[in-house]
């Protein structure tokens, strides 16, 4: 999983990591109006879930990467 995250260098931008969340939220969307679609699609919601996953796991490295961890 490491080698996708390698794909942000450290100079990421606040608007990546916007859209980043912002994409997470629209998946969000879209999983609860297929989940409650009386012929949802199983596999799909399974796909976008860990989509979903991937993106909140790279929206906290990318968090993580920007704030500085400060150690009193």
Known sequence: MASA?????????GEELE???QEHRD????I????????????????LKRRKLAL?????YIEDQITPDIIA
Request: no cysteine; proline share 3%; charged share 40%.
């Open 32 to 47: 609860d109006a297929l989940e409650l679609s009386v012929a949802g699609d199983q596999l799909q919601i399974q796909r």
């Open 56 to 60: 909140r796991d790279k929206i906290s």
């Open 27 to 30: 998946l969000d969307r879209a």
């Open 5 to 13: 995250l390698n794909d942000d260098e450290p100079g990421v931008s």
């Open 19 to 21: 859209r980043l969340k």
